[in-house]
């Protein structure tokens, strides 16, 4: 059993930058997809980004929510087994907890499949980020 561990969460004010990291339990665990969730009190859970690498090149592609692109930059560090989530001019509509996600079948259709939460198979318990304004 794969389990995922976030971290990097915090209270920050708007407009201010926060770096969530999510590292495996296995260290030779590299899923072709990866990805970030995030969900508020109240709210539908909404995808994030994700990460997918192409198999037969290793060559990746990113997929953002509308409400992050430009803002947000997921990558993924395949040596030390760690996904990221650099977020930068956070507003307080980003309040949420964000939890790690792997293993979809579905990421190389592209957007916006690739941010469909019901096709993950792993889920990390999350990390709370809440933007004060």
């Known amino acids: 059993q794969v389990q995922l561990v976030e971290s990097g969460g915090g209270s920050v004010q708007a407009g201010g930058s926060l770096r969530l990291s999510c590292a495996a339990s296995?260290?030779?665990?590299?899923?072709?997809?990866m990805g970030w969730f995030r969900q508020a009190p109240g709210k539908e859970r909404e995808g994030v980004a994700t990460?997918?690498?192409?198999?037969?090149?290793?060559?990746?592609?990113?997929y953002y929510a509308d409400s992050v692109k430009g803002r947000f930059t997921i990558s993924r560090d395949n040596a030390k087994n760690t996904l990221y989530l650099q977020m930068n001019s956070l507003k307080p509509e980003d309040t949420a907890m964000y939890r790690c996600?792997?293993?979809?079948?579905?990421?190389?259709?592209?957007?916006?499949?690739?941010?469909?939460?019901?096709?993950?198979?792993?889920w990390g318990q999350g990390t709370q980020v809440t933007v004060s304004s």
């Open positions: 996600v792997a293993e979809s079948d579905n990421c190389a259709r592209g957007y916006p499949r690739a941010l469909n939460p019901t096709d993950f198979r792993y």
């Open positions: 296995v260290y030779t665990y590299n899923p072709s997809c």
């Open positions: 990460y997918y690498t192409e198999p037969y090149t290793a060559m990746g592609t990113t």
